[in-house]
């Protein structure tokens, strides 16, 4: 397997006043394309910021990063949009779909900030959309929409531009627990057809369906599993 997300001896410390806050506490792991991973804890674990480096939204104190071969720890924010919007797919907990926006004006945004052309800007939007079974909800905006049908459009939006990662945070936290399991069901598709995906989660539920699960407590890794016989 092809290592595709490296940390390597991660740290990352903020200042707080006078004090220091250790937020990741030399953290190293390997995630492999194609791997389905939870990375699990409680509020103030690391997992976030573990999240926005892996995310390219921040960068470590020291240690190294490699994000598909790529060295990104050290690379300034102009750097770091340019591989975020090559690299990475994001799917958030309330949605972010742009209210202003139809579904699919939503789902092409990336693409235009990839520089991708009208046209076939507008079929990658549909055939990720169809993908998720929004096809006949294109002229739609989201208000219009359920909370489930919200999710998968921010799904598509992830996909429409082919990322090698998606990263998924707390993506059932803001539904109920039917449309919870239709979009961790989803995801599982997903996985199957070969995507890497990174989801962070507080609820050991949705961990007990995953097949790799690093759990998080005061900034370290205090243990992660591969299970066996998923999907």
Known sequence: ?????????????????????????????TICRGEFVAVVGASGSGKSTCMNIIGCLDTPTSGTYLLDGIDVSTMDE????????KKLG?????????????????VELPLLYKGIKGAERTELAKAALERVGLIDHLAKFPSQLSGGQQQRASIARALAGNPPVILADEPTGALDSKTGKDVLDFLKKLHADGTTIVLITHDNSIADQIPRVM?????????????????
């Open 1 to 29: 397997m092809t290592p595709i997300i490296e940390f390597k001896d991660i740290y990352k410390i903020y200042s707080a006043g006078e004090e220091d806050v250790m937020a990741v506490n030399g953290v190293s792991f």
């Open 78 to 85: 102009k750097q770091l949009a340019f591989v975020r919007n």
């Open 90 to 106: 994001f799917i958030f907990q309330q949605y972010n779909l742009i209210p202003k926006l139809t579904i699919l004006e939503n």
């Open 215 to 231: 759990r998080m407590h005061d900034g370290e890794i205090i243990s992660d599993i591969m299970k066996e016989g998923f999907f």
